[in-house]
């Protein structure tokens, strides 16, 4: 069984940066295309950024691209998300999501497996 958990989650004002992790556990982490999502109150979940088994490969939903960015540590098992130039609108729960497809999804129902959730909440 995957387990993810996502952590680095806080109130912060408009402009600020913040980072997101989220630990998976499992020997299979590499195996894992990594994704995060994100859903706002009164909204449904949507797709924020994926990232390749290697890392070599990334895709953001046009909303983030050029503000946030992706990575991972396959040795650690963990996966990031740093926020940059945050927005009033970025606030949301973000959830990390793993899945065995071989592509870059961002289909909420491809993913396999799902953290918890961390709250962003940004003032403006």
């Known amino acids: 069984q995957v387990q993810l958990v996502e952590s680095g989650g806080g109130l912060v004002q408009a402009g600020d940066s913040l980072r997101l992790a989220c630990a998976v556990s499992?020997?299979?982490?590499?195996?894992?295309?990594m994704g995060w999502f994100r859903q706002a109150p009164g909204q449904e979940r949507e797709f924020v950024g994926a990232?390749?088994?290697?890392?070599?490969?990334?895709s953001y939903a046009d909303s983030v691209k050029g503000r946030f960015t992706i990575s991972r540590d396959n040795a650690k098992n963990m996966v990031y998300l740093q926020m940059n130039s945050l927005k009033p609108e970025d606030t949301a729960v973000y959830y990390c999501?793993?899945?065995?497809?071989?592509?870059?999804?961002?289909?909420?129902?491809?993913?396999?497996?799902w953290g918890q959730g961390t709250q962003v909440t940004v003032s403006s």
């Open positions: 990232i390749t088994r290697s890392g070599a490969g990334r």
């Open positions: 499992g020997r299979t982490f590499s195996s894992y295309v």
């Open positions: 999501a793993a899945t065995r497809t071989y592509y870059l999804s961002e289909t909420e129902y491809e993913y396999d497996y």
